[in-house]
């Protein structure tokens, strides 16, 4: 059985900074991309970030650029997400996801069929 487990959400003020992680079992992540992806509330689900099979090619949400960072560890089959400078519109749940199609761009949340339950993120002005 696939699982992916966020972890690392909490409650953070604006300008300081947090590592989202995503543990995952039953699935080798190394064989996929993966991203994350958030949902506030009231708003459309927004694909955040993503990651290819050797990390060398990444999305990112113009709006995070230069402040989150993405990135994989495929020895401990975890998934990161680096969160610098946060912003309280970056206030949401944010979820990992597993790539299993390639029917779009790496960013199309259509093409990911394994998602974790998600972690919430707030952010204080």
């Known amino acids: 059985q696939v699982q992916l487990v966020e972890s690392g959400g909490g409650l953070v003020q604006a300008g300081g900074s947090l590592r989202l992680s995503c543990a995952a079992s039953?699935?080798?992540?190394?064989?996929?991309?993966m991203g994350w992806v958030r949902q506030a509330p009231g708003k459309e689900r927004e694909f955040v970030a993503a990651i290819n099979w050797f990390g060398n090619n990444n999305y990112y949400l113009d709006s995070v650029k230069g402040r989150f960072t993405i990135s994989r560890d495929n020895a401990k089959n975890t998934l990161y997400l680096q969160m610098n400078s946060p912003k309280p519109e970056d206030t949401a749940v944010y979820y990992c996801?597993?790539?299993?199609?390639?029917?779009?761009?790496?960013?199309?949340?259509?093409?990911?069929?394994?998602w974790g339950q998600g972690t919430q993120v707030t952010v204080s002005s």
């Open positions: 996801a597993a790539r299993v199609a390639t029917k779009s761009s790496i960013h199309y949340s259509g093409d990911y069929g394994y």
């Open positions: 039953g699935v080798t992540i190394r064989n996929y991309a």
